[in-house]
């Protein structure tokens, strides 16, 4: 089998999207009801077989918070893919991962592969809106849910198909 390092991912969006959540469902197979806030940034590593290879993750989970803004391009500048994530229950959060779209087209890597994640999916049922403004935008989109793992694996195991592998 061969083994390829995707290099660094990032989530990006706002405080409660679920950031964290689709980081631990991913890295650990867990959701908490109560995750706590992260402050600043956590980082985590996965190794996962994607065809007929091992793909390794290193994934930023930012904090979310305004207040942390200013440190966000540390973490997206050296990153190979994002996945910006909102809540599907709350137009702020949806009106914040259009910012951060923003922000990665023009200050992020523009080779970066960019995934949008419509999280809480288990809440509520899918939206349109979102898939056609994802199209228009380059970015693939899914609807995850880090409490049922829906989508969950698919959005990371979607971003190392798309990423070159080195
Ligand atoms: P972050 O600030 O973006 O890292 O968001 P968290 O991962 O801390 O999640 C915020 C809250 O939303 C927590 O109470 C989670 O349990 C909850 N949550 C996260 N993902 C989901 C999901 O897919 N479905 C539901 N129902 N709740 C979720
Ligand atoms: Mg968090």
Do not use: C
């Not at 405080?15 to 650990?28: E, I, T």
């Not at 793909?55 to 930012?62: A, L, P, Q, R």
Request: proline share 2%; net charge negative; no cysteine.
């Amino acid at each position: 089998m061969l083994n390829y390092d995707l290099g660094l991912d990032v989530l990006l969006g706002d405080v409660g999207a679920g950031k964290s959540s689709l980081v631990l469902r991913f890295v650990k197979g867990q959701f908490l009801e109560f995750q706590e806030s992260t402050i600043g940034a956590a980082f985590f590593s996965q190794t996962v077989a994607v065809n007929d290879a091992t793909v390794k993750f290193e994934i930023w989970d930012t904090a979310g918070q305004e207040r942390y803004h200013s440190l966000a391009p540390m973490y997206y500048r050296g990153a190979a893919a994002a996945i910006i994530v909102y809540d599907t229950t709350n137009q702020m959060s949806f009106e914040r991962a259009k910012k951060w779209v923003q922000e990665l087209q023009s200050q992020g890597n523009p080779n970066m592969v960019t995934a949008l994640a419509g999280n809480k999916a288990d809440l509520l049922d899918e939206r349109k809106e979102a898939s056609t403004y994802a199209q228009e935008n380059g970015l693939f989109f899914m609807e995850t849910s880090a409490k049922t793992a829906s989508n969950v694996n698919d959005i990371f195991y979607e971003i190392a198909k798309r990423l070159p592998r080195v």
